[in-house]
C-alpha cells in the first residue's frame, strides 16, 4: 500500500473532512477523470495552430468547453506553482507552491518544491539517491479527495517529478518520472515501496534508447508553417542545429546524455508518455472497477521546446501537431478501455511563454534578459547607498529577492531608505514595480491586477522580502526564453472541459485553471471546500 494513502498531514484530514458529497450525481459520474497538462501551452495556440490538427486537441476543443479567456491571475506562473493550483483549485498564498525552487532562509539553502528528506527514490533503473513528495503541498488535491474519500485510484505521469507530484498530491497507486540524468524512471517511497509491477512492466519492454537514430522531421506540408525555420535567439540541445531535421543520436554513438536531452525535446517523448498512460489503464483496469478513477498525465517536451526554441518557430508549431496525433490515439484507447461516454477530460496549461526578446526588439519593443547576480548586486549597492556597508541581499530567485537574516528589517524601518531603495529599483531596465513584504502580504484583494498577481503568489516564509515584477518582454534567461511573470503571454493559457456531462462550446467568461478542479470534482459527485476556483457551471448540464 502507497504510503501517501495513509500518512496524510492532520490538516490536510481537516481539510478532505469538511468535503461536502453530492449525492444526487452518483449515478451520473464518470468512470474516468483524466487531467491533461501541456506544459507551457499559450492560449493563442490553439487559435493558431487547430487548423494544423485532426486527433485529439481538435476532438477536445471542437467538441468540448472551451474558456477562450482563462488565464493565471498570479505573478509566478512557473511550472510547479501551475500543476498544484490546477491539482486544487487554490493559488499560491494558500497551497504554498511559490516557484519550482526557492531560497530556504533556515538552511540557506535552496530548496525544490518537491524536495522530502522523509522520502526516498524507488527506481525503475539503477538505484537513484534523493526524495520527493507533496509534502510541501499546504492543501489537499482534488485527487487526494478522489483517493480517500471516493476508492479512486491514481496515476500521474510526466517527464518532470514537480508535474506528476503536484497532480498526484499526497498518494497515488503510480506517480512516475524521469529521473533527473534523463535515462530511467523513478517514482518515491511517498508513493509505493518498490516498484509498481505495471509501470516496470511497460518500461522494460519500452526502453527509451529504442528511439536513439529516430529523426524529428516536419509532420506538416512547408507551406503551413508560419515562421522561418532558423531565427536568431533559438538555443537547442548539444548535437542538434536549430533547422530541421532533428535527428536523435547522442555524441558519441550512443545513448549517452546528450541522446537523452534531445529526446526529451522530441514529439517521442509525449508519444511515451501517452502509450505508458495506456498500458496503465488497462493494466490497472482503471474505470472499469465501479469507481471513478484518475488519470493524470503532464506533456513536458512542448515545455523544453518551446525554452529552446520559443512560441514563434516550427518547432513549436510542430510538436503540437504531433501532439494532436498522440492525446489522439490516447482519447481512442480510452474509448475502447472505458467507453467512449464514459470518461471525462479537463485540458490546461501550466504557464504560457514569452517570445524571445531579440524576436520582440526586432519588432520595436522594449525587450531584453535580466541577470538575477546582477540584479542582487544592483540592489545590495544601493541599499549600502542608503544604509552603509554590508552584505544586504542574499539572493534574487525568479521575482523574489531575499535579503540576509536581519538585515530586511533594518531597510523596513527606515521609511527614507526604503523610498529610496524601491524608486531606484523602478528605473532600472526591465522592472516596472517592486513591492515591499508588508504591502504584498495584504494585497490579494486589491484592485490593482499587478499588485493583487503579486500577492496570490506570496506565501508567508518562503516568498522573498521584495517582490519584482518585470516589464513585458523582460525575462532572467541568458538563452532561449521563458516564463514567469504576470504579464498576459504568461499567464494566459486554454482551458477545456470534456466529456458526458459537459455542454461543448467556446466560452467568453473569464475563468482560471484553478477551476478545473472544483468543476472535476462536481463531475465526480463532490464539491470541494475552502478552495480559489469555481465550478464552470455554465459548460455543465443538469443531472
Same mark, same amino acid.
Given at each position: 500500500?502507497?504510503?501517501?494513502?495513509?500518512?496524510?498531514?492532520?490538516?490536510?484530514?481537516?481539510?478532505?473532512?469538511?468535503?461536502?458529497?453530492?449525492?444526487?450525481?452518483?449515478?451520473?459520474?464518470?468512470?474516468?477523470?483524466?487531467?491533461?497538462?501541456?506544459?507551457?501551452?499559450?492560449?493563442?495556440?490553439?487559435?493558431?495552430?487547430?487548423?494544423?490538427?485532426?486527433?485529439?486537441?481538435?476532438?477536445?476543443?471542437?467538441?468540448?468547453?472551451?474558456?477562450?479567456?482563462?488565464?493565471?491571475?498570479?505573478?509566478?506562473?512557473?511550472?510547479?506553482?501551475?500543476?498544484?493550483?490546477?491539482?486544487?483549485?487554490?493559488?499560491?498564498?494558500?497551497?504554498?507552491?511559490?516557484?519550482?525552487?526557492?531560497?530556504?532562509?533556515?538552511?540557506?539553502?535552496?530548496?525544490?518544491?518537491?524536495?522530502?528528506?522523509?522520502? #526516498?527514490?524507488? =527506481?525503475?533503473?539503477?538505484? &537513484? /539517491?534523493? $526524495?520527493?513528495? @507533496?509534502?510541501?503541498?499546504?492543501? %489537499? !488535491?482534488?485527487?487526494?479527495?478522489?483517493?480517500?474519500?471516493?476508492?479512486?485510484?491514481?496515476?500521474?505521469?510526466?517527464? #518532470?517529478?514537480? =508535474?506528476?507530484?503536484?497532480? &498526484? /498530491?499526497? $498518494?497515488?497507486? @503510480?506517480?512516475?518520472?524521469?529521473? %533527473? !540524468?534523463?535515462?530511467?524512471?523513478?517514482?518515491?517511497?511517498?508513493?509505493?515501496?518498490?516498484?509498481?509491477?505495471?509501470? #516496470?512492466?511497460?518500461?522494460?519492454?519500452?526502453?527509451?534508447?529504442?528511439?536513439?537514430?529516430?529523426?524529428?522531421?516536419?509532420?506538416?506540408?512547408?507551406?503551413?508553417?508560419?515562421?522561418?525555420?532558423?531565427?536568431?535567439?533559438?538555443?537547442?540541445?548539444?548535437?542538434?542545429?536549430?533547422?530541421?531535421?532533428?535527428?536523435?543520436?547522442?555524441?558519441?554513438?550512443?545513448?549517452?546524455?546528450?541522446?537523452?536531452?534531445?529526446?526529451?525535446?522530441?514529439?517521442?517523448?509525449?508519444?511515451?508518455?501517452?502509450?505508458?498512460?495506456?498500458?496503465?489503464?488497462?493494466?490497472?483496469?482503471?474505470?472499469?472497477?465501479?469507481?471513478?478513477?484518475?488519470?493524470?498525465?503532464?506533456?513536458?517536451?512542448?515545455?523544453?521546446?518551446?525554452?529552446?526554441?520559443?512560441?514563434?518557430?516550427?518547432?513549436?508549431?510542430?510538436?503540437?501537431?504531433?501532439?494532436?496525433?498522440?492525446?489522439?490515439?490516447?482519447?481512442?484507447?480510452?474509448?475502447?478501455?472505458?467507453?467512449?461516454?464514459?470518461?471525462?477530460?479537463?485540458?490546461?496549461?501550466?504557464?504560457?511563454?514569452?517570445?524571445?526578446?531579440?524576436?520582440?526588439?526586432?519588432?520595436?519593443?522594449?525587450?531584453?534578459?535580466?541577470?538575477?547576480?546582477?540584479?542582487?548586486?544592483?540592489?545590495?549597492?544601493?541599499?549600502?547607498?542608503?544604509?552603509?556597508?554590508?552584505?544586504?541581499?542574499?539572493?534574487?530567485?525568479?521575482?523574489?529577492?531575499?535579503?540576509?537574516?536581519?538585515?530586511?528589517?533594518?531597510?523596513?524601518?527606515?521609511?527614507?531608505?526604503?523610498?529610496?531603495?524601491?524608486?531606484?529599483?523602478?528605473?532600472?531596465?526591465?522592472?516596472?514595480?517592486?513591492?515591499?513584504?508588508?504591502?504584498?502580504?495584504?494585497?490579494?484583494?486589491?484592485?490593482?491586477?499587478?499588485?493583487?498577481?503579486?500577492?496570490?503568489?506570496?506565501?508567508?516564509?518562503?516568498?522573498?522580502?521584495?517582490?519584482?515584477?518585470?516589464?513585458?518582454?523582460?525575462?532572467?534567461?541568458?538563452?532561449?526564453?521563458?516564463?514567469?511573470?504576470?504579464?498576459?503571454?504568461?499567464?494566459?493559457?486554454?482551458?477545456?472541459?470534456?466529456?458526458?456531462?459537459?455542454?461543448?462550446?467556446?466560452?467568453?467568461?473569464?475563468?482560471?485553471?484553478?477551476?478545473?478542479?472544483?468543476?472535476?470534482?462536481?463531475?465526480?459527485?463532490?464539491?470541494?471546500?475552502?478552495?480559489?476556483?469555481?465550478?464552470?457551471?455554465?459548460?455543465?448540464?443538469?443531472?
Amino acid at each position: 500500500m502507497a504510503r501517501g494513502r495513509i500518512a496524510l498531514p492532520l490538516t490536510l484530514v481537516a481539510a478532505l473532512a469538511s468535503l461536502q458529497p453530492v449525492p444526487d450525481a452518483q449515478a451520473s459520474r464518470p468512470k474516468l477523470a483524466v487531467l491533461i497538462v501541456v506544459d507551457q501551452m499559450r492560449a493563442d495556440y490553439v487559435d493558431r495552430f487547430q487548423d494544423d490538427w485532426t486527433g485529439g486537441l481538435k476532438r477536445l476543443v471542437t467538441r468540448g468547453a472551451w474558456f477562450r479567456r482563462a488565464a493565471y491571475p498570479y505573478l509566478n506562473t512557473v511550472t510547479c506553482v501551475g500543476h498544484a493550483t490546477v491539482s486544487t483549485g487554490t493559488f499560491p498564498r494558500r497551497h504554498g507552491i511559490i516557484q519550482n525552487a526557492w531560497w530556504d532562509r533556515d538552511s540557506a539553502s535552496y530548496v525544490t518544491c518537491t524536495n522530502d528528506r522523509g522520502a #526516498k527514490t524507488v =527506481s525503475y533503473g539503477a538505484p &537513484a /539517491g534523493g $526524495g520527493d513528495s @507533496a509534502a510541501r503541498l499546504a492543501v %489537499p !488535491t482534488w485527487t487526494d479527495v478522489m483517493r480517500t474519500q471516493h476508492s479512486a485510484r491514481v496515476v500521474s505521469l510526466s517527464l #518532470k517529478d514537480r =508535474s506528476a507530484i503536484m497532480m &498526484a /498530491g499526497h $498518494g497515488g497507486e @503510480a506517480v512516475t518520472w524521469l529521473a %533527473p !540524468t534523463g535515462d530511467q524512471w523513478i517514482t518515491s517511497s511517498a508513493f509505493a515501496a518498490a516498484p509498481v509491477p505495471a509501470v #516496470k512492466a511497460f518500461i522494460d519492454t519500452h526502453p527509451i534508447s529504442a528511439d536513439f537514430g529516430r529523426t524529428w522531421t516536419r509532420l506538416l506540408p512547408p507551406a503551413r508553417y508560419r515562421q522561418p525555420d532558423d531565427v536568431e535567439g533559438e538555443a537547442p540541445p548539444s548535437g542538434w542545429d536549430r533547422s530541421f531535421p532533428h535527428v536523435l543520436k547522442g555524441a558519441g554513438g550512443r545513448a549517452d546524455a546528450s541522446f537523452y536531452s534531445q529526446w526529451q525535446r522530441s514529439p517521442y517523448a509525449n508519444t511515451y508518455l501517452a502509450q505508458l498512460a495506456a498500458s496503465l489503464v488497462k493494466a490497472m483496469a482503471l474505470g472499469q472497477r465501479g469507481e471513478t478513477d484518475v488519470l493524470a498525465i503532464s506533456f513536458s517536451s512542448t515545455d523544453l521546446v518551446g525554452h529552446a526554441f520559443g512560441p514563434d518557430s516550427q518547432e513549436i508549431q510542430d510538436i503540437y501537431a504531433h501532439l494532436d496525433q498522440t492525446i489522439g490515439t490516447m482519447l481512442t484507447e480510452l474509448d475502447t478501455l472505458v467507453g467512449r461516454d464514459q470518461y471525462i477530460v479537463a485540458l490546461t496549461a501550466d504557464h504560457g511563454v514569452t517570445p524571445m526578446p531579440e524576436h520582440l526588439q526586432k519588432d520595436g519593443h522594449d525587450a531584453g534578459r535580466l541577470s538575477p547576480l546582477a540584479m542582487a548586486s544592483f540592489i545590495n549597492t544601493r541599499v549600502q547607498a542608503a544604509l552603509g556597508e554590508g552584505r544586504y541581499v542574499s539572493r534574487v530567485n525568479g521575482n523574489d529577492v531575499y535579503f540576509e537574516p536581519g538585515m530586511y528589517d533594518r531597510l523596513a524601518s527606515n521609511s527614507a531608505a526604503m523610498t529610496a531603495v524601491l524608486g531606484n529599483l523602478k528605473k532600472t531596465d526591465g522592472i516596472a514595480d517592486v513591492y515591499p513584504a508588508e504591502l504584498v502580504r495584504s494585497g490579494s484583494t486589491a484592485k490593482d491586477p499587478v499588485l493583487r498577481a503579486a500577492a496570490l503568489s506570496y506565501f508567508p516564509g518562503r516568498s522573498g522580502d521584495l517582490v519584482l515584477v518585470p516589464k513585458p518582454g523582460w525575462m532572467p534567461s541568458a538563452s532561449g526564453t521563458t516564463h514567469g511573470s504576470g504579464n498576459p503571454d504568461d499567464q494566459r493559457v486554454p482551458v477545456v472541459i470534456f466529456g458526458p456531462g459537459v455542454k461543448p462550446g467556446i466560452y467568453e467568461e473569464q475563468a482560471t485553471p484553478a477551476d478545473i478542479a472544483p468543476t472535476l470534482a462536481a463531475l465526480c459527485g463532490f464539491a470541494l471546500q475552502n478552495v480559489d476556483g469555481h465550478v464552470l457551471t455554465t459548460a455543465l448540464r443538469p443531472h
